[in-house]
């Protein structure tokens, strides 16, 4: 079967035409991989007009699980429009927190383009393999990596900013260096938000405890190190 034949039985027309329009502005080109399958997303490799390798992430509008988070969306402020639209604002909200994560110094793929559904990246990884997850690639010095993890936690925490889902699946080991990816339930940090940031330093935690590390810090006194009034 065609590439286009594939991709229309998995996307929807909206989508396609997103994708189109993104390769005639040549932000991508043909949409390689895939190399993540999630509940809510496509991502693939692909090769923008400059020759340079991006990750494309698409969120999908016929999903169920979206219609669980429109309490996340309240939290978020925004809950308006129709399914399309709000998956949309959905997009765009992660990667906004994507580029103020970038635009801060925490190690994460560099935004490029924001279309839609669509999330243009950098494409952590090397010739087309994608750097793996921690969860799957453990292939790292957790001496380092704990005590640098916990300083993302709290960098972001001072910029009002809060993953949301940290955990060893969307923690990637490049080059033995810890990428955070997936800041699609991102949120800005205020008290109603802040148990949001404990459950992302609790796993974190939890994580290093499992690998035999003893604990840094509690919660607590991170949350403190963020902010003495939360
Ligand atoms: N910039 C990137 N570079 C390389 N690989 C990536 C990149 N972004 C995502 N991936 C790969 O795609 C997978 C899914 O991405 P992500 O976690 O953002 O989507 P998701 O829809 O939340 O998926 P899941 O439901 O599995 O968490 C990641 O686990 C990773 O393997
Ligand atoms: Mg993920």
């Keep these: 079967m065609p590439k286009s034949k594939v991709f229309s039985h998995v996307f929807d027309e909206e ?29 693939f490799y692909s090769e923008n007009f400059k020759g340079r390798v991006v990750a494309v992430k698409i969120h999908r509008h016929n999903i169920d699980t979206f219609k669980a988070i429109p309490s996340y969306i309240r939290l978020r402020g925004k809950n308006t429009g129709g399914f399309i639209k709000k998956i949309n604002d959905w997009t765009r909200f992660e990667y906004n927190f994507l580029s103020k994560a970038f635009n801060i110094g925490i190690n994460v793929p560099e935004p490029i383009r924001c279309y839609e559904n669509i999330i243009v990246m950098e494409f952590i990884g090397a010739e087309g393999r994608p750097a793996q997850p921690a969860i799957k690639d453990s292939d790292f010095d957790s001496n380092e990596w704990y005590p640098q ?14 993953h949301g889902d940290l955990s060893p699946y969307n923690i990637l080991n490049y080059n033995g260096k810890p990428f955070i990816i997936d800041f699609s339930q991102g949120l800005k940090l205020s008290s109603l938000t802040k148990s949001f940031l404990v459950r992302d330093i609790d796993n974190i935690n939890k994580w ?14 991170i949350i403190r190190d963020i902010d003495e009034n939360l």
Excluded: A
Excluded at 30 to 40: A, C, H, S, W, Y
């Design 149 to 162: 993890i916990i300083d993302y936690i709290i960098k972001m925490g001072r910029n009002n900013l809060i």
């Design 208 to 221: 290093f405890l499992s690998l035999g590390y003893k604990k840094i810090k509690e919660s607590q006194e």
């Design 15 to 43: 989508t396609l035409k997103n994708v189109n329009k993104l390769q005639g502005d040549g932000y991508i080109g043909n949409l390689l991989g895939p190399i993540g399958t999630g509940k809510e997303s496509y991502v």
